[in-house]
T-cell receptor
Framework: NAGVTQTPKFRILKIGQSMTLQCTQD?????MYWYRQDPGMGLKLIYY???????DKGEVPNGYNVSRSTTEDFPLRLELAAPSQTSVYFC????????????FGPGTRLTVL | AQSVTQPDIHITVSEGASLELRCNYS??????LFWYVQSPGQGLQLLLK??????LVQGIKGFEAEFKRSQSSFNLRKPSVHWSDAAEYFC????????????FGQGTILTVHP
């Protein structure tokens, strides 16, 4: 199993550009999450999904969109990139609710200039 | 609203010394508590978790943590630190009714001196 994979690893965007961060898991997990990590701030939840076709906002959803058409994939879309979106983005997944462990991908480091 | 506080932003210890990283949480119901570790440029790896039962939980790499409900704390400990333990450590809280969503603390950076 590859676990949770994310592409790309690094990306530089210009202000106003758009892009999609890809996340795929091969563990047949129902729950998937997107976090952003800023220095000294820990991780903040952007969006999450509890199954294909079901998504909901987290703590910091503004400027982002998600979709979940399959169990495996949970892409994160930035429509109009802003410098405030410069961050490291992590995707995570878990099998079900409760105390199950969340498994994290390696992250995407995004810089918006 | 749930929250997690890690009071120490940066801790420095000597190799072989003991370690305790503090974590205080606020959660309205029975919490599930986690400690994750992040090495530079890497994703997060679970060290240990607590959700019920024995309040002293053992994790990987020789780490343990103790849940103290009366103090709303879940401190991480290791009796003898190795240079490879240098990393950033995150405490997180979640619960059974929150769709598995986690709230993370700000993180504690651990530096290990030889």
């Amino acid at each position: 199993n590859a676990g949770v994979t994310q592409t790309p690893k690094f990306r530089i965007l210009k202000i106003g550009q758009s892009m999609t961060l890809q996340c795929t898991q091969d563990m047949n997990h129902n729950y998937m999450y997107w976090y952003r990590q800023d220095p000294g701030m820990g991780l903040k939840l952007i969006y999450y999904s509890v199954g294909a076709g079901i998504t909901d906002k987290g703590e910091v959803p503004n400027g982002y969109n998600v979709s979940r058409s399959t169990t495996e994939d949970f892409p994160l879309r930035l429509e109009l990139a802003a410098p405030s979106q410069t961050s490291v983005y992590f995707c995570a997944s878990k099998l079900a609710g409760g105390p199950d462990t969340q498994y994290f991908g390696p992250g995407t480091r995004l810089t918006v200039l | 609203a749930q929250s997690v506080t890690q009071p120490d932003i940066h801790i420095t210890v000597s190799e072989g010394a003991s370690l305790e990283l503090r974590c205080n949480y606020s959660y309205g119901a029975t919490p599930y508590l986690f400690w994750y570790v992040q090495s530079p440029g890497q994703g997060l790896q679970l060290l240990l978790k607590y959700f019920s039962g024995d309040t002293l939980v053992q994790g990987i790499k020789g780490f343990e943590a103790e849940f103290k409900r009366s103090q709303s704390s879940f401190n991480l400990r290791k009796p003898s630190v190795h240079w490879s333990d240098a990393a950033e450590y995150f405490c997180a809280v979640g619960g059974g009714t929150s769709y598995g969503k986690l709230t993370f603390g700000q993180g504690t950076i651990l530096t290990v001196h030889p």
